[in-house]
């Protein structure tokens, strides 16, 4: 397996003292990595760094070889990601949705546009309206939206935000499923446990820096819980 991304040195601060300072980190392909923290730790300055939708104060981020920084295009052809929220047009079904986001793909037909549906657990709302849907599934149709060009990298910030338990265990299956097949996923998330049951490895942000980077086998082999083992990075590094 080779890398899908490597990060240097990244770094982006506001003047309030927030954002991501020096993140240093490899993700191999094949990887479901968790950067794990609490809101306002700088996971999302450090995902919009990496998708290229911020320039970083200093720093890069590399993805398949790829300078996001001098070579967007190329850097960004193998990716997927939803930062933020996941956008969609009120007042378009999901299909339709979906078809606005496949122009960009020349490769991609209605059989696909069903594929990534049926995946996401949205096939059965296919004809319905975006603006009827629970923040759960605008979230399906987002990583439906994400996943169309079939990336072989996908950046999800917060994936599991809004969803009821199913839609929890559905995402991660999808994502474990797509692991298997070769996809690496980079995903944030402040919900410890989720973190637990779905990444193979995990990085830890705080305070604007990331504080460990492990897998989980590793920390579980070591700590009774994902929990103990941020609590305790947390507290070795004195900002508790």
């Known amino acids: 397996m080779g890398i899908a991304m490597e990060i240097t040195g990244l770094t982006k601060m506001y003047s309030n003292g927030r954002g991501i300072s020096d993140l240093n980190l490899t993700v191999d392909e094949g990887d479901i990595f968790g950067f794990l923290g609490p809101n306002g730790a700088g996971k999302t300055t450090a995902m919009k760094m990496m998708a290229g939708l ?13 300078s996001v920084q001098e070579n967007y295009v190329e850097a960004m052809r193998h990716v997927g990601c939803i930062i933020e929220t996941a956008e969609s047009f009120p007042y378009l079904t999901a299909n339709d949705n979906l078809k606005q986001f496949a122009r960009y793909y020349p490769e991609v037909d209605q059989t696909r546009i069903d594929e990534c549906l049926e995946l996401t657990g949205m096939l059965k709302y ?21 996943i169309l060009s079939r990336p072989k990298l996908l950046i999800l910030d917060e994936p599991l935000n809004g969803l009821d338990v199913e ?16 996809t690496t996923f980079f995903i ?10 779905t990444c193979n490895r995990i990085g830890v942000v705080y305070g604007g820096k990331l504080v460990n980077a492990d897998y989980t086998h590793n920390i579980l082999s070591n700590y009774s819980s ?3 083992y941020f609590v305790s990075e947390v507290d070795r590094n004195g900002r508790l």
Request: net charge positive; hydrophobic share 40%.
């Open 226 to 228: 994902l929990e103990n």
């Open 126 to 146: 296919k004809h319905e309206k975006a603006r009827k849907f629970s923040l759960g599934m605008k979230q399906r149709l987002g990583v439906a939206a994400a």
């Open 167 to 182: 839609g929890m265990l559905q995402m991660r299956k999808l994502i474990q499923g797509m692991a298997r097949e070769g």
């Open 188 to 197: 944030s998330s402040h919900l410890i446990h989720d973190v637990e049951l």
């Open 54 to 66: 911020l320039k970083p104060d200093r720093g890069q981020a590399h993805i398949f070889g790829a």
